[in-house]
Structure formats: C-alpha cells, structure tokens
C-alpha cells in the first residue's frame, strides 16, 4: 500500500519497510493504525510516536524524528504525538478513511492525556509554484484558500494549525524538501 500511496517517496525510499513496522508495532502498539475492507485488504494506515520537543517547535527532519523510520526515539513519557505518516490506498481516497484515521489518533491524544498532537507534513503541490514563490508564501496562500494542497488543505481540515515551514524535512521532488508544521489540541475546540 505504501508504494501505491506514495509512488514519488517510494523512489526515494522514503515509505515503510517491513522491519520499521515490526519495530513500530514492537515500540509503540497503540498507536499505529490500519483501516482495512472485509476481506483483508489493507486500504489506510497512520503511524505515530510520542516525543517532546526542545524547543516546542523544534526544526527537525522525517528521518532524524521518526529515528530514520524505527522510532526508537518513542518517549512514552513524552508530551505530544507524532504523526509520521497517514495514507490511504490511491482506490479508496476521498471516502474518509484519512479523517478516520486522524479521529482515531486525537482519541488516543486524549486517551493518553498527551498535550497536543503533531505533525509535519509535505507541501505536496509545491514544487509546481516554486519558481514563483517561496516555501512561506505558499503555505500562507493554502492556509487563506487562493491554493489547494493535498496534504497541508487536509490537516488544516481536520482542525490542525499552521506554525511554521520545515526545510529539508524530507527528500521528495514534489514539496522541494518542504514540510509545513502543524499542532492540534483534540480538547481545545476551535470555531469554524
């Protein structure tokens, strides 16, 4: 599903490989994910981690956060879950699998009574505007709805905020690099 899901990051192994998702399962059970049909398939995936970062913001990159994809940084006494990735298999997009999944993750933010959850994710559309603009100045357009993007117009959908832009967060020629870096309070309930 991983391949099928991120065909790009696949070419630069940048998608699960089975032992990651041993050591996933092995290091934090509760909090991976996977939304599969009656007869097996597996159509949706979240991985996360607990970790507190410091400063609260800390620049970081996907494989220097996700301990080059083993997650042996897991803190279970950490302040605040990680989401590393969320896919849903490229036949079963648009059904609500993602939002699925994104619910699932705010119940155990709550369960665990973890202070926030949070994320970063690639600029996905970036790299058709980037002669035009900057990294910045694209999130800035997505997030005041002038542009669409398939990641970061989803986690804002999904009641994340925008903080800042993650250079060098993960090689990928679709976002240049770039992540933007969102938080999400599940208790904290904001206004449409």
């Known amino acids: 599903m991983q391949q099928e899901s991120f065909p790009i990051l696949a ?3 940048n998608i699960w ?3 990651e998702l041993k050591s996933h399962l092995k290091v934090f059970p509760l909090g991976q994910f996977v939304v599969a049909e009656e007869d097996g398939e ?14 609260e913001y800390a620049e970081h990159t996907w494989k220097g ?3 080059d994809g083993m997650f042996t940084d897991h803190n279970p ?3 605040s879950l990680y989401g590393a990735d969320i896919s849903t298999h490229p036949k079963f997009r648009h059904e ?3 939002s699925m999944l994104y619910g699932a993750r705010k119940e155990l933010v709550l369960r665990l009574g973890l ?12 790299q058709d505007y980037a002669d035009k603009m900057s990294a910045s100045e694209y999130a800035d357009k997505v997030i005041n709805g002038e542009l669409h993007d398939p990641v970061l ?4 959908d999904n009641g994340f905020r925008f903080i800042k832009i993650l250079p060098n967060y993960l090689d990928d020629i679709r976002s240049q690099n770039y992540a933007s870096f969102e938080w999400l309070n599940p208790q904290f309930r904001y206004s449409s």
């Open 153 to 156: 117009s989803f986690e804002l």
């Open 65 to 67: 956060i996700t301990s």
């Open 77 to 79: 006494n950490g302040d």
């Open 115 to 126: 202070r926030r959850m949070i994320s970063g994710g690639r600029l996905f559309n970036f």
């Open 11 to 13: 070419r630069y192994d």
């Open 42 to 55: 597996v159509v949706g995936s979240a991985s996360t981690l607990i970790l507190t970062l410091i400063p």
């Open 96 to 98: 609500g699998i993602g």
């Open 17 to 19: 490989h089975p032992e």
